[in-house]
């Protein structure tokens, strides 16, 4: 086979192979997938999401509003929250990281990064920071950052110092309002503030790679009267599980990964 003819067919199955919906606005070269969800677990109402992410058999949260904020050790089958540790009353609290065996929490305007042993779930340090913190996600070497606008910030878990920034950019420009992150498989996935979108963008570069459409959320079923906005990503690493979720909500959303072909 010629090398073009072989690249075409190479092409052909990789699009079939991904088999995701895709969506004729915006061009291809960016693909928007609508995952199906597969199963549910509860959520607690009551917790205004800011940062999520998955430790073994807990997920691991950090809740906002001034007054309410907390870190939360939660029972990923139950919802039951098994430790919780308060902030003061000043501090809105926002995205949350695990790197080596410490938590990262950032607070919304108050500029302090609070970090925890994982294990004792004691406060250990406290880092400031300039601008606003929104979203924390890690590689396992360094942190990843967001802060409202479209730039995300790499941070030295060391002091939090910026090692260096970098902007998400689209096929229409930047993406502004980046909020929780998720490092997934080599990407980072934020979610777009006000909206049903996840944003899957490159580490390296910002270059945006994919979108993912949640509008379709089965929301009613599980509707709360202060029910906010999609925010919480979560992955599972041992299980290559993605985990969805928003600010009280009462459930969290498992959606299918890597997205299997449908069907003809
Ligand atoms: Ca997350």
Redesign the pocket.
Known sequence: MKKPLLLAALAAALLSACGCQQSANPPAAVPVIRPRIIESLPHDPAAFTQ???IDGDYWLESTGRYGHSELREVERQTGRVVRSVPLAPALFGEG?ALLDGRLYQLTWRERVCIVYDRATMRETARFAYHGEGW?L?NDDRQLYMSDGSAAIRVINPADFSEIRRFTVTGPDGPEHSLN???WIEGEIWANIFNSSRIVRFDPDTGKVLGYVDLGYLPLDEHAHPQQDVLN???YDHNNREIWVTGKNWKALYRIEWPPKPTAP
């Open positions: 940062g999520l992410l949350l979203g996600t929780e992150l998720e919480g990503i979560a």
